[in-house]
C-alpha cells in the first residue's frame, strides 16, 4: 500500500516493476464500488486463488487535495470478489522401484508438515532444509548435505522435490545429476528446476505401499544409521574452544528455544549452521528470506512475523544482515513492538566466504577485502542508541542464560563467534562423508 498525491508519477505507479503479481491505483474521491472492484482484484491476485502463484502486489492510495479527509470515516469492506478456483489435482502414485528421496527446500508450514507426514508413513528419506518446515518426524534426516556427498548418495535413483531449494551444493548437485528420474511437487503455476533437468511436474504425490522396501528392505534404515553416526561425530566437530563456532551456537539456539517458538534464520551461515542442527519436533515454525537469499530487510521480515503470529519469536542473523537492515529497528513510539530476540552471530565480517574457492590460502592477499568485508562495529553501541537492550556473550553458559527466559520486547543478543577457523571447521565438517 502506498500512499501519493492525486498526481502520481509513472515511477510511483509502477515502483515495484514485475515483481509483484498486480497492480492498482485508486482514489479517495471514487466511490465505493471502484475500490472494492479493484482492491478484490488484487486480492484474488495476491492469494493466487486462479493463478496458483500467489505473491506480493501494489496499491497506490492517491489522496486528492487538501491531502485529508473531507468527512467523517467510514469502514470499506473490500473482500475478494467470488472466484471459482480450480481443485488441485488428485496425487500422483509413485510405483514402487526405484530408491527414492524427498528434498524439501522452502516452503510454507502446512507444505512442510504434510511432507513430513507423507515421508514418514511411507519411510522414505527427507533431506530437508530448516526453512522447509519439513525437518521433523521419523524420516526427517539432520546431516543431509553431509550424506549426499557420501556414497550412499550414489545409490539414489529418484527424487521427489518439494518446495524450492536453495541452500547447499550438494542438493543442487543431486538435482543436476541425469541418471536419476526427478519428480517436482508444486500446487502454484510454477516450479523450481535448479538443476535445468526439465522434471516431471506434479501437483501431489503418494507412493505406493512399501515403495521403497520393495527394492531395498533396509534402504531407510541405512540412511537413518548414516545419520545418527554423523549427529554424534557433528557434536565434537563443531565444539569450539574458548569462542563459540557458529554452528554451535545454532545447536545450542535450537536446543533451548521454548516449545512452539517461531524461528526466523538470516541468510548466508546462520541458516547454513541451523541446517546442521537438530530440529525439534516441538519448534515453531521455521521462516528465512530465500529467493535470491540476499540479506537487506532480515530484521524487519522478524519484527512482522513477530507481530502477525503474536508470540515471542528468535531470529538468528549474521553480522552483517543485522547491520544492513538496523534501522529496521526505529519503531515510532506509537507503533506496536514484537516480542522478538534477535541472536546475532558476530564473527565481524563475511566468514561464509572463506569456506568457497575465494577463500584458498592462494587468494588470502585479497580475500579480506573483497570478501571478508570486516567492519569492526560496536554493536553495543549502535544498538544501546536506539533504546533497544542488548547483552554480549562469548561462552555457552551464557548463550544458555541469555536464552533462558522469553523475550519481552524487541532485544538483542550478540554472540561473539570464531572467525579465523571457519574454514578449517568447514573443512573437517564435509570431511565426515567420507566416514560413511
Do not use: K
Amino acid at each position: 500500500l502506498r500512499h501519493s498525491g492525486a498526481n502520481q508519477t509513472t515511477d510511483q505507479l509502477r515502483l515495484f516493476g514485475s515483481a509483484v503479481r498486480g497492480f492498482a491505483a485508486v482514489e479517495d474521491s471514487w466511490p465505493t464500488a471502484g475500490w472494492q472492484a479493484e482492491v478484490g482484484r488484487l486480492v484474488a491476485l495476491a492469494t493466487g486463488i486462479r493463478t496458483r502463484l500467489p505473491g506480493p502486489v501494489q496499491l497506490n492510495l492517491a489522496l486528492t487535495a487538501p491531502l485529508v479527509p473531507n468527512g467523517p470515516a467510514s469502514p470499506v469492506t473490500c473482500d475478494s470478489p467470488v472466484i471459482t478456483a480450480a481443485p488441485p489435482a488428485a496425487p500422483v502414485r509413485l510405483p514402487a522401484g526405484p530408491r527414492t528421496v524427498v528434498v524439501a527446500g522452502d516452503a510454507d508450514p502446512a507444505t512442510g508438515r504434510a511432507i513430513a507426514t507423507l515421508c514418514a508413513e511411507a519411510r522414505v528419506p527427507l533431506l530437508a532444509e530448516p526453512s522447509s518446515n519439513a525437518r521433523r518426524g521419523r524420516s526427517a534426516l539432520v546431516t543431509s548435505r553431509i550424506l549426499l556427498a557420501s556414497r550412499l548418495a550414489e545409490e539414489i535413483q529418484r527424487v521427489v522435490v518439494v518446495g524450492r531449494p536453495t541452500l547447499s551444493r550438494p542438493i543442487s548437485s543431486l538435482l543436476a545429476r541425469t541418471d536419476i528420474e526427478l519428480v517436482v511437487v508444486s500446487g502454484r503455476a510454477d516450479w523450481p528446476d535448479p538443476g535445468l533437468r526439465r522434471p516431471a511436474v506434479v501437483d501431489a504425490v503418494e507412493f505406493e505401499p512399501a515403495a521403497v522396501l520393495d527394492v531395498e528392505r533396509d534402504w531407510p534404515t541405512r540412511w537413518q544409521t548414516a545419520d545418527s553416526r554423523l549427529v554424534a561425530a557433528l557434536e565434537n566437530v563443531v565444539r569450539g574452544g574458548e569462542t563459540l563456532t557458529g554452528p554451535q551456537l545454532a545447536r545450542t539456539l535450537l536446543a533451548l528455544v521454548p516449545a512452539g517458538t517461531p524461528l526466523v534464520l538470516g541468510s548466508s551461515n546462520p541458516i547454513r549452521d541451523a541446517d546442521l542442527g537438530p530440529i525439534r519436533d516441538d519448534l515453531g515454525d521455521v521462516y528465512a528470506n530465500r529467493g535470491l537469499s540476499g540479506i537487506d530487510g532480515t530484521l524487519s521480515t522478524a519484527i512482522g512475523i513477530a507481530l502477525a503470529l503474536g508470540r515471542p519469536t528468535h531470529a538468528l542473523v549474521g553480522d552483517l544482515t543485522f547491520l544492513h537492515d538496523l534501522t529496521g529497528l526505529v519503531i515510532g513510539p506509537l507503533e506496536p513492538r514484537p516480542d522478538l530476540r534477535i541472536v546475532v552471530a558476530n564473527d565481524d565480517g563475511g566468514s561464509i566466504f572463506s569456506t568457497l574457492e575465494q577463500g584458498a590460502p592462494e587468494h588470502a592477499a585479497d580475500h579480506e577485502r573483497m570478501f571478508g568485508t570486516a567492519h569492526h562495529a560496536d554493536l553495543t553501541a549502535l544498538v544501546r542508541g536506539l533504546n533497544i537492550p542488548i547483552r554480549r556473550v562469548r561462552t555457552g553458559d551464557d548463550l544458555a542464560d541469555a536464552l533462558r527466559e522469553a523475550p519481552s520486547s524487541i532485544e538483542v543478543v550478540e554472540v561473539v563467534v570464531d572467525r579465523l577457523g571457519r574454514r578449517a571447521l568447514d573443512q573437517a565438517i564435509t570431511g565426515l562423508a567420507a566416514t560413511i
